[in-house]
């Protein structure tokens, strides 16, 4: 069966310093991989997608960058965090065959103070 | 520009009621996804309609695709605690990326 990691689980980071947040998936190859960010009362904003290795296609312009350095890996990284950084973020992977089920980690919830 | 609208935004309940929450946009869609969240958690599949005037269920929940598939509607039967999440609705809008609503927080009180 498929598996999806996130690490670290929670991040607490002060304003200006960089940021790493890594997905793994287990058990499937070649997925779709998909970095969301949830704000309160925002519901999910998908940030970036990959369909696979060093594709990255992003949804909306920001300070913040992901990379696919392995087909079962997906990196969100900052140089410089933003206040408005905070929120929970999620990855998720798909298979690609439409109607299209996401499947989600655990999330990491990221305070930047 | 939110593609879709949930409302109500918050619903409390005590166990044992009914209730109904809505998905709404105003674009037509081949396919319709309800997902649950829990606090912490990341979303989960619940139910994905296709055919307008779609009605799935799964256990005590029912959705239904609108005749036009530009909506959608989850009622819950004699809601339990255990029902308490946040409703998310998403729609494929291509390339098999997903825009979800801001979802339907349910608290059902035991």
């Known amino acids: 069966s498929q598996t999806i990691h996130q690490w670290p689980a929670t991040l607490v980071q002060p304003v200006g310093s960089p940021l790493s947040l890594e997905c793994t998936v287990e058990?499937?190859?070649?997925?779709?991989l998909y970095w969301y960010r949830q704000a309160a009362g925002r519901g999910l904003q998908l940030l970036f997608y990959s369909v696979g290795i060093g594709q990255i296609s992003s949804e909306v312009p920001q300070n913040l960058s992901a990379s696919r350095p392995q087909d079962r890996q997906f990196i969100l990284s900052s140089k410089k965090l933003l206040l408005s950084d905070s929120g929970f973020y999620l990855c998720?992977?798909?298979?690609?065959?439409?109607?299209?089920?996401?499947?989600f980690g655990p999330g990491t919830r990221l305070t930047v103070l | 520009t939110q593609l879709l609208e949930q409302s109500p935004q918050f619903l409390s309940i005590q166990e044992g009621e009914n209730l109904t929450v809505y998905c709404n946009s105003s674009s037509v869609f081949s396919s319709l996804q309800w997902y649950r969240q829990e606090p912490g958690e990341g979303p989960v599949l619940l139910v994905t309609v296709v055919t307008g005037g779609e009605v799935k269920k799964l256990k005590r929940l029912t959705f239904q695709f609108g005749d036009a598939r530009k909506d959608s509607s989850l009622h819950i039967t004699a809601a339990q605690p255990g029902d308490t999440g946040l409703y998310l609705c998403?729609?494929?809008?291509?390339?098999?990326?997903?825009?979800f609503g801001k979802g339907n927080q349910v608290v059902v009180i035991p």
């Open positions: 058990g499937t190859s070649n997925p779709n």
């Open positions: 998403a729609v494929d809008y291509g390339n098999n990326r997903l825009a």
């Open positions: 998720a992977w798909s298979d690609g065959r439409g109607p299209d089920t996401q499947y």
